[in-house]
């Protein structure tokens, strides 16, 4: 079955920077997109970024444009977000997550914490 399996969220201070890994498997991870979502307390859960299943066309919020950056291994079945100059506003739990057969899959999530 799918499973998708988030690492790498922590706190950080104000202006620093983590990068989120997701461990894919259960499907042919190269042939998906993939996305990276957050949820913030009292928020919706909001669409981070995406990237093409061959890694080619990514896509962002404006909210991180020009601080985060997508990208994945199809060779390791993982995606990656990498955060930087990060603000409290950034504050949320992050989730992997890939449209497979017309479902939904998501991972259980990685807490970032944002915060002097």
């Known amino acids: 079955q799918v499973q998708l399996v988030e690492s790498g969220g922590g706190l950080v201070q104000p202006g620093g920077s983590l990068r989120l890994s997701c461990a894919a498997s259960?499907?042919?991870?190269?042939?998906?997109?993939m996305s990276w979502y957050r949820q913030a307390p009292g928020k919706e859960r909001e669409l981070v970024a995406n990237?093409?299943?061959?890694?080619?066309?990514?896509n962002y919020a404006e909210s991180v444009k020009g601080r985060f950056t997508i990208s994945r291994d199809n060779a390791k079945n993982s995606v990656y977000l990498q955060m930087n100059s990060l603000k409290a506003e950034d504050t949320a739990v992050y989730y992997c997550?890939?449209?497979?057969?017309?479902?939904?899959?998501w991972g259980q999530g990685t807490q970032v914490t944002v915060s002097s």
């Open positions: 997550f890939v449209y497979n057969w017309g479902k939904a899959y």
């Open positions: 990237v093409s299943a061959a890694g080619v066309a990514t």
């Open positions: 259960g499907f042919t991870f190269k042939w998906y997109a």
